[in-house]
Nanobody, 121 residues
Framework: QVQLVESGGGLVQPGGSLRLSCAASGSISRIIVMGWYRQAPGKQRELVATIATGSSPNYVDSVKGRFTISRDNAKNTAYLQMNSLKSEDTAVYYC???????????????WGQGTQVTVSS
């Protein structure tokens, strides 16, 4: 069992910044990938950023240069620093984790409940 607790969402003006956090807990043996997805009303969920153990981050083109994903391995926590926010960044942001549990034979995918980010004047 894995629980993902997301925080840091809210209302911000265009050009502002937010930092999202995702803390994973449970009987985790190894986290392979942590990432963030987002979904705006009436739109499909899209990948925003991912970071795999021992690898470099990946970003969707629309956030490159503005967003930074990072990870604290000791805390099993991922962060998404969001700078120069635009109205089109408005969405529910979901944490996503690929992990292996101590009791599991292979990796599984886990989702957070989502946190709302609204960029508006």
């Amino acid at each position: 069992q894995v629980q993902l607790v997301e925080s840091g969402g809210g209302l911000v003006q265009p050009g502002g910044s937010l930092r999202l956090s995702c803390a994973a807990s449970g009987s985790i043996s190894r986290i392979i990938v942590m990432g963030w997805y987002r979904q705006a009303p009436g739109k499909q969920r899209e990948l925003v950023a991912t970071i795999a153990t021992g690898s470099s981050p990946n970003y969707v083109d629309s956030v490159k240069g503005r967003f930074t994903i990072s990870r604290d391995n000791a805390k099993n926590t991922a962060y998404l620093q969001m700078n120069s926010l635009k109205s089109e960044d408005t969405a529910v942001y979901y944490c996503n984790v690929q992990a292996i549990l101590w009791s599991s034979r292979g990796p599984n995918i886990y989702w957070g409940q989502g946190t709302q980010v609204t960029v508006s004047s």
